[in-house]
């Protein structure tokens, strides 16, 4: 589907964007998000330019994006989980025949 105007209000302010229509939850969500920071930061900054707020948090977020693409890519802990019992199972297997079941995992 193609985009569609979407008004949302942020920081007392109106903005006009186009948004495909499955993605205007996410879009009111992101900037209910950005007003939420907004309005912390005012209150713990003191800052209260508009303009320099918007550019803290967008520094902000930026720096926690960075954050997190430094993050090593990790499983969901129940896929690590059975991974490990996996592992754990097929080398019992290789190693020795007849090996009772040890940590929750069947082998």
Same mark, same amino acid.
């Given at each position: 589907?193609s985009a569609?105007?979407?008004?949302?209000?942020?920081?007392?302010?109106?903005?006009?964007?186009?948004?495909?229509?499955e993605?205007?939850?996410?879009?009111?969500?992101?900037?209910q998000?950005?007003?939420?920071?907004l309005?912390?930061l005012?209150?713990? /900054?003191?800052?209260?330019? /508009?303009?320099?707020?918007?550019f803290?948090?967008?520094?902000?977020?930026?720096?926690?994006?960075?954050?997190? +693409?430094? +993050?090593?890519? /990790?499983?969901?802990?129940?896929w690590?989980?059975?991974?490990?019992c996996f592992?754990k199972?097929?080398?019992?297997?290789?190693?020795? +025949?007849?090996?009772?079941? +040890?940590?929750?995992?069947?082998?």
């Amino acid at each position: 589907m193609s985009a569609q105007p979407v008004d949302i209000q942020i920081f007392g302010r109106s903005l006009r964007v186009n948004c495909p229509p499955e993605q205007r939850e996410a879009l009111n969500n992101a900037a209910q998000a950005l007003e939420q920071r907004l309005q912390e930061l005012k209150v713990r /900054t003191r800052v209260t330019n /508009t303009e320099q707020l918007v550019f803290i948090a967008a520094l902000n977020v930026c720096y926690e994006l960075e954050q997190e +693409k430094r +993050k090593p890519a /990790t499983m969901p802990p129940a896929w690590n989980s059975a991974f490990v019992c996996f592992n754990k199972a097929s080398n019992r297997r290789f190693w020795s +025949k007849g090996v009772p079941r +040890k940590n929750g995992c069947e082998v």
